[in-house]
């Protein structure tokens, strides 16, 4: 059976805010090259701070985070992957955002 962490370094993970540098573009890239050859093109980015903005009020900075609401990644497979027949679609419905794989 594979360990957890041997899945992870294999498929990625299917939320970017797991990612330990979350902040890196390369992380972020890699992640999806990782999801892409597994045939899973959707990932997700829940609302987390990402950063100070650089506002300034009355001469002392404003130190307010930015915060990011829910975004869908997508890459297209220029293939047919079977994830859009009736019973793949019925396994979301009725159900909460985060107890299912992302996915339009």
């Given at each position: 059976?594979?360990?957890?962490?041997?899945a992870r370094d294999r498929v990625?993970?299917?939320?970017?805010?797991?990612?330990?540098?979350?902040t890196s573009e390369a992380a972020?890239?890699?992640?999806?090259?990782?999801?892409?050859?597994?045939?899973?093109?959707?990932?997700?980015?829940?609302?987390?701070?990402?950063?100070?903005?650089?506002?300034?009020?009355?001469?002392?900075?404003?130190?307010?985070?930015?915060?990011?609401?829910p975004v869908l990644v997508s890459?297209?497979?220029?293939?047919?992957?079977?994830?859009?027949?009736?019973?793949?679609?019925?396994?979301?419905?009725?159900?909460?955002?985060?107890?299912?794989?992302?996915?339009?």
């Amino acid at each position: 059976m594979e360990s957890g962490l041997t899945a992870r370094d294999r498929v990625g993970v299917q939320d970017f805010v797991l990612l330990e540098n979350f902040t890196s573009e390369a992380a972020f890239i890699e992640n999806l090259r990782r999801r892409f050859r597994e045939n899973l093109i959707y990932v997700r980015l829940l609302g987390r701070p990402v950063g100070e903005t650089n506002g300034v009020a009355g001469g002392r900075h404003l130190g307010q985070r930015t915060y990011i609401g829910p975004v869908l990644v997508s890459v297209n497979p220029y293939r047919d992957l079977q994830i859009y027949s009736r019973q793949h679609m019925e396994r979301y419905r009725g159900v909460s955002f985060y107890e299912v794989p992302p996915h339009l």
